[in-house]
């Protein structure tokens, strides 16, 4: 079974603060296609920033 080709693949969300966190999920392409972008806490700055998805 391919896991890449998944309809929900795992992919990793990278702080936009510079610290360089992250957090790992699972996306479903079929309803977000493009890059992903989510606010969560960033424990190192202790604030909520925005999360950018990494391919």
Request: net charge positive.
């Amino acid at each position: 079974m391919a896991r890449s080709t998944d309809v929900r693949p795992i992919i990793k969300m990278r702080s936009t603060a510079g610290t360089g966190y992250t957090y790992v999920t699972r996306k479903n392409r079929r309803n977000d296609p493009d890059r992903l972008v989510l606010r969560k806490f960033d424990p190192v700055v202790r604030r909520h920033v925005d999360f950018k998805e990494e391919r």
